[in-house]
């Protein structure tokens, strides 16, 4: 038999367009996660505003309210039961998507997902270890923090673009949601390995029974909301109870949901993750991650002076160096050096500038971000409120240089947005995408 050639390595195009199916759902939700980051940022603002303001006292006694019975763990704070209960939908959601992504998405071939692979864990990689190179000598306390900047905001950087009216290509924003997809799940992987305490085995054994049934439920393609609710929220109160992070629970219940549609039932279309994800990611984007950002976000700054204060802690200076410095060399590094070593070319459409805007995107941390500091330093520390003032500052320092590079490449973008857009043979399917499947 003929010797096949042998096939390079990664001889594919880094950041290139997917197939025009893939192309519309990303557009979706990338329309969905502007509108949430839009009201992420009223929110925030509404926060910052009230917290800082002569009622001050009212925001963070209305945070600290508590709620729930007591017997069973669930006596908590409104601060908390957004932090755990709420953003348990979100990560929810991260987990369908997680999924979809690795069964029928751009993750689910190694030449695809390779590059943006690496890039999330250079972003993850490199924040980590510039945070810690600021705070060494400075106590095991402040070290705790180290997974404060590694996680990327895709509703927030979003938002960033919609107010700069950027036009980003189609491979662009396909990578930037491929990246903050995989970001997510390093921090999922961060948060239940470092950040669990006082493990309840039993409990957390005992969260597998109504796992199990929900998802003996979803594999058979039972939807009913009153058998999987139920189910659900006994999985996320085990979880929490164990001392596994409840949020934990939303990632492996998006899990066991079935991606592809299911031939032998008849099914066609789109499968139960997507459907799931369609109904729910408005819950997600609208209200759960905007009131976690409410109840989180609002910090006493205490004027210029308590301003300056909070950055002078290095903790606030690690967190703000490795979101903007870190996240770019991270996420550009990793694609640049995995590109120039191997077959991989960037897309003939983009430029390296491109990427670099892109790494700097990466840097406009908030939702985890927020949750990781809690996580690490306890709600109303003084560590906890200057990482709360460095996650907005180095957010929105990275915001700001990412703005002036992509604004500067608003015009190319344009045309490319134009031609991928054009239909000469009107047959509904753009001509750039008709020879992707």
Known sequence: MANRPARPFLAVKVLSRSSYPEYLRISQILRLETVGGALLLVATAAALIWANSPAADSYFGLRDVKLGYEPWHLSLSLGHWASDGLLAIFFFIAGLELKREFVAGELRTFSKAVVPVAAAVGGVAVPAIIYVLFNLGQ???????????TATDIAFALAVLAVINTHLPAALRTFLLTLAVVDDLLAIGIIAFFYSSGLQPLLLLAALIPLGLFTLLVQKRISSWYLLLPLAAATWALVHASGIHATVAGVLLGFAVPVLASRKRGETGAGMA???????????????VPVFAFFSAGVAIGGLQGFQSALADPVALGIVAA?????????FGTTFVLTKTTRAKLDEDLAWVDVAGLALLAGVGFTVSLLIAELSFGSGSAHNDHAKVAILSGSLL??????????????????????????????????LFEHKS
């Open 139 to 149: 106590g095991a306390d402040s070290l705790r923090g180290w997974a404060i900047p």
């Open 323 to 331: 979101l903007v410095a870190g996240k770019t060399i991270g996420v």
């Open 398 to 431: 990275a915001a700001l240089l990412a703005t002036v590079l992509l604004r500067l490449r608003n015009r190319h973008y344009r045309t490319v947005r134009d031609a991928e857009r054009r239909d000469n043979d009107g047959d509904g399917v753009p001509d």
């Open 274 to 288: 997507e459907s799931l994800e369609h109904r729910l990611r408005p819950l997600s984007a609208g209200f759960a």
